[in-house]
């Protein structure tokens, strides 16, 4: 949930309190007559989605997140949080945004991490090699991502094949970052 006044901030901040007041409730109503349900939006200083009525893929996230269903998390990430979604003049809901883009974004990292590390630990390597290849795509500049993905390789025999990632990523870390590669992808 949110409370009324973080609303107005994030949607009318260059309104005064009297008219930003007016929209949201204008809003509040609107949205609930267009879907057709008084009881789409619970609470009244603090305004959330009533889970009975409408369902949230970020809450879904989140709730699998709390559960430590690393697979149903990765099932719904869908890629970063409101990408490409800008709300004019409003700066705190893109700094809310950002927050948010952030935070699922890391959630989603160790959560694919730990389904990569749970696969060798088990004796899956292919499976093991799929998830770190996912985790390297999402975060190419990740040493840690790195480090697993060519040890998933050679774990099944890809030798070669970890030896040239190795190679690609410190030939991105030098063109992106301007640094030199992490002695334990060196090694």
Known sequence: ????????????????????????????????????TPELLLGTAELRLNPAHITSDVADFREAERRGDHKTLVDLYTGPFLEGVYVRKADGFERWAEAERASTARSFARAVEALAERAGETGDA??????????????????????????????????????????????????????????????
């Open 126 to 187: 292919r499976a093991a090699v799929t998830w770190w290849r996912r985790l390297v795509n999402t975060e190419p500049l990740s040493a840690r991502a790195t480090a697993g993905f060519m040890r998933a390789l050679d774990a099944v025999g890809e030798r070669a094949e970890a030896l040239r990632h190795a190679q690609t990523f410190e030939r991105l870390v030098r063109e992106e970052v301007g640094t030199a590669v992490d002695p334990d992808i060196a090694a």
């Open 1 to 36: 949930g949110a409370s009324r006044e973080v609303l107005l901030t994030y949607f009318w901040p260059e309104s005064d309190d009297v008219r930003a007041r007016a929209a949201l409730k204008q809003l509040v109503h609107s949205l609930r007559q267009q879907v057709q």
